[in-house]
């Protein structure tokens, strides 16, 4: 498992830059119940004040008040944290809570988090769960990583944080294996930028709700244990797309299951179903009506409940079963209607995609 995701610091500022300064300003009632700044020269506003604001170096101020005015508590949305060492899963942990649902942000600079809290409890219940990334990427902003988590538990946020640790050894090999320097390590070696990774991260792991030592696991087996924790009671969700396609055009290039529809006979051949496709009643008990049709149906449903059952196991959210024939006009059109009302039937989300259809 690889996992790497470090930016160029001069892009990676203007970015952080930019987004500051299009960052909600307060309006003119806020100021006139605002006296203090938060920035270099000014003192702190505490945590339990009734609303708070992080001073960035350009000067720009980003409202942190999670519960403002009209917003009540019960909108504020679930709130994960992943952190960790570099190269120890922090994408892979962030993409397994987006297939689960969760709203995700990486490398948001820890000013932000109550910002991206209070939007969530803005949307009026369609952001419900948000999971933000942060890192060393976001060293300059680091240390408001703990003002904004004692802002956000002042203010009863529901929040976790995730760290993912790995040993020195694991994380080595890692960064060797895809030749990429790690992003502290400056002049020096890799065991000097972890090192200096480990210490800064120190306190930040102390506090962590959840630990995952991810030094001997491969990415499967780091998604079962996201899955363990955020996907509840509830079995992971298998998505299907089921495409029907024409041999004559080419696979798809996206399928993960492909199976030949050619063994049965070709409604092409007979005058009155050519004009029409799989789609019609007439060509599709055609079809289904022939020698091995419904028995091929029957059994290769009961195969796909295995394997969709195999790949919830290792994490697989998505698959694409090609259903094809010479043209992807008859055949595999009407056998995809029934393949993917099979899938449906047993719970799996299932979309019908037919691409070659009409290309006659």
């Given at each position: 498992m690889t996992e790497y995701d470090?930016?160029?610091?001069?892009?990676?500022?203007?970015?952080?830059?930019?987004?500051s300064q299009q960052a909600p300003r307060e309006t003119g009632e806020d100021?006139?119940?605002?006296?203090?700044?938060?920035?270099?020269?000014?003192?702190?506003?505490?945590?339990?004040?009734?609303e708070h604001t992080a001073g960035h170096e350009d000067g720009a101020q980003v409202s942190t008040d999670v519960t403002p005015p009209g917003i009540p508590e019960a909108a504020i949305p679930e709130l994960v944290i992943i952190s960790g060492m570099s190269g120890a899963g922090r994408s892979t942990a962030a993409k397994c809570l987006e297939d689960l649902g969760w709203f995700v942000v990486d490398n948001l600079p820890p000013a932000l988090i109550?910002?991206?809290v209070e939007l969530g409890a803005r949307s009026q219940g369609n952001v419900a769960r948000i999971a933000v990334v942060v890192d060393v990427?976001?060293?300059?902003?680091?240390?408001?990583?703990?003002?904004?988590?004692?802002?956000?538990?002042?203010r009863n946020v529901t929040r976790r944080i995730v760290f993912l640790e790995s040993s020195d050894e694991a994380l080595v090999r890692r960064f060797e294996s895809v030749r990429r320097p790690h992003p502290l390590q400056g002049d020096g070696r890799i065991v000097d930028g972890i090192a200096a990774e480990r210490e800064l991260l120190r306190e930040l792991r102390g506090d962590a709700d959840l630990v995952i030592d991810t030094s001997s696991l491969n990415v499967h087996e780091l998604r079962a244990k996201m899955d363990a924790q955020f996907a509840g009671e509830e079995e992971p969700e298998l998505r299907a797309t089921v495409m029907s396609f024409g041999f004559k055009y080419g696979l798809p290039v996206d399928a993960d299951l492909v199976v030949d529809m050619r063994f049965l006979p070709n409604p092409?051949?007979?005058p009155e179903l050519r004009p029409y496709t799989g789609l019609n009643d007439e060509v599709a008990t055609y079809v289904l009506n022939q020698p091995g049709a419904k028995e091929f149906l029957d059994q290769y449903a009961e195969i796909l409940q295995l394997i969709a059952a195999g790949y919830r196991r290792e994490g697989k959210r998505y698959v694409t079963i090609a259903v094809g024939c010479?043209?992807?006009?008859?055949?595999?059109?009407?056998?995809?209607?029934?393949?993917?009302?099979?899938?449906?039937?047993?719970?799996?989300?299932?979309?019908?995609?037919?691409?070659?259809?009409?290309?006659?």
């Open positions: 470090a930016q160029p610091t001069a892009d990676r500022d203007q970015a952080l830059t930019a987004a100021s006139a119940r605002r006296d203090t700044r938060h920035d270099a020269a000014a003192p702190e506003t505490g945590p339990d004040s009734a109550p910002t991206m990427r976001g060293r300059r902003f680091f240390d408001n990583l703990r003002e904004s988590l004692a802002d956000l538990e002042a092409h051949w007979v010479t043209g992807g006009k008859h055949r595999s059109v009407a056998m995809s209607e029934r393949l993917a009302a099979r899938l449906a039937a047993e719970g799996v989300e299932t979309v019908v995609v037919h691409r070659d259809m009409g290309r006659e």
